[in-house]
């Protein structure tokens, strides 16, 4: 399997920011103030696709899970696929819960893997694309989208 270039895309609060990141390999990486955010994909059999998207957090900050409970922002990937492929399974870790007076988060700090396995029925390439869209928090949550694309062969 080959990947080729991918394109990145931070949505932040005050500013829109475009860049394009060229793969090594099988993977890709971009970093903005508090994120970095990884793509890797990987042939699993004939007709499967593993795809881990790692987001590593600055440390003191944390992004919401994708269940966020009462409080923060939720983790959200939105996948884009050519025509007959799937996201058959969606593995994420396991929050840190805290409760207080607002009620209760679910949050992830420091390195955060999410695990996507694709079926790709007749067509055995095309582009793969992964939205995420995080609440980065400290003392206050700053929305950020990250657009992520790579062609797989």
Avoid: Y
């Avoid at 394109?7 to 090594?24: C, D, E, N």
């Avoid at 095309?126 to 700053?142: M, Q, S």
Wanted: hydrophobic share 40%; glycine share 8%.
């Amino acid at each position: 399997m080959t990947i080729l270039p991918i394109t990145f895309l931070r949505l932040g609060v005050a500013a829109i920011w475009l860049a394009g990141v060229s793969l090594h390999g099988q993977s890709a990486e971009e970093q903005s103030a508090h994120l970095a955010v990884r793509l890797q994909a990987r042939t699993v059999g004939a007709a499967d696709t593993r795809v881990e998207l790692r987001i590593r957090v600055a440390p003191g900050w944390h992004i919401g899970d994708r269940e966020p409970g009462d409080t923060g922002l939720p983790t959200r990937i939105t996948w884009i696929l050519p025509e007959g492929w799937r996201v058959t399974k969606e593995t994420w870790p396991t929050p840190a819960t805290q409760t207080d007076r607002n009620g209760t988060a679910r949050t992830h700090s420091g390195e955060v893997t999410v695990i996507s396995e694709i079926s790709r029925s007749q067509k055995r390439s095309g582009k793969i694309e992964a939205t995420v869209k995080v609440g980065v928090c400290r003392d206050v949550c700053i929305p950020e989208a990250v657009r992520l694309s790579a062609v797989v062969r």
